[in-house]
């Protein structure tokens, strides 16, 4: 129960890892605002707590867009009182097709930075005053190891997740006078229930190759160290990328 009464907003949390984050944090004791674009399943998410005993809301929200953001933050506010952790999960990633830099339109760089950078941004804009007013807060940002690899054929999405890691560095000093603190949780080669194109096997097998931990990771390796961001365990961290990577750096 690392996180009683503390009421938490997940982003991207219909589906997939985020999913998991909504559902374990409601075991930690958290009060959870379910966001998602796809309002079926944030209220499939929220109901699934609910019947298990925790407490949730589902929220239909497009991280894009700064109205439906506010609107968020008043579902969090009005429906459990405050908003003490945000987990920016959200992201356009599954849908990507690979292709070359030079095939990248500049609307699909717009659209994808849209969600993955600015909605971050928005995100973290929208309960600032909450979390100021408060004194506390806990702001996690989901970044990826290709920002470092640069894997080829989506330089759009890898300049996005590097946005979210510069975004960290910048907030972190801004806001840690008020003891708000803000990291970066950065995973390499998670597999979910969701498809995706921006693999094939052959990529997975170059994966397994470079990682010192020979498997493919899930939702279970990085929801620990969500949580222990979002709790007061890690209270005296801020500005810091945990890299979640299978020792990638180490063969």
């Not at 944090?25 to 079926?40: K, M, P, S, T, Y």
């Not at 356009?92 to 760089?109: H, V, Y």
């Not at 080669?189 to 498809?195: N, S, Y």
Request: charge should be negative; hydrophobic fraction near 40%.
């Amino acid at each position: 129960m690392r996180l009683e009464n503390k009421v938490a907003i997940i982003t991207g949390a219909g589906q997939g890892i985020g999913r998991i984050y909504a559902e374990q944090f409601a075991q930690e004791g958290a009060a959870v605002v379910v966001a998602d674009i796809n309002g079926d399943k944030a209220s499939d998410v929220a109901a699934a707590i609910t019947d298990s005993g925790g407490r949730a809301v589902a929220s239909i929200t497009d991280v894009s867009d700064e109205q439906s953001v506010a609107e968020m933050v008043t579902t969090a506010v009005d429906t459990f009182g405050t908003v003490d952790i945000l987990v920016n999960n959200a992201a356009i990633f599954s849908t990507l097709k690979m292709k070359p830099f030079e095939e990248i339109s500049g609307q699909e760089w717009d659209s994808l930075f849209a969600v993955n950078a600015k909605g971050t941004f928005l995100c973290c804009q929208a309960v600032s005053p909450v979390m100021r007013k408060n004194r506390y807060g806990r702001i996690i940002n989901i970044s990826s190891s290709v920002v470092v690899t640069g894997r080829p054929n989506y330089a759009h999405y890898i300049a996005s997740k590097g946005a979210v890691w510069a975004l960290t560095h910048a907030l972190a000093t801004e806001l840690g006078a008020d003891d708000i603190t803000v990291n970066t949780v950065s995973p390499h080669g998670i597999v979910t229930e969701i498809p995706r194109e921006t693999i094939s096997e052959d990529g997975w097998r170059r994966n397994l190759d470079e990682q010192a931990l020979k498997r493919k990771g899930d939702a279970s390796d990085l929801v620990g160290v969500v949580l222990y961001l979002a709790s007061d365990d890690s209270k005296f961290m801020t500005g810091q990328t945990l890299s979640l990577d299978a020792g990638l750096r180490f063969t």
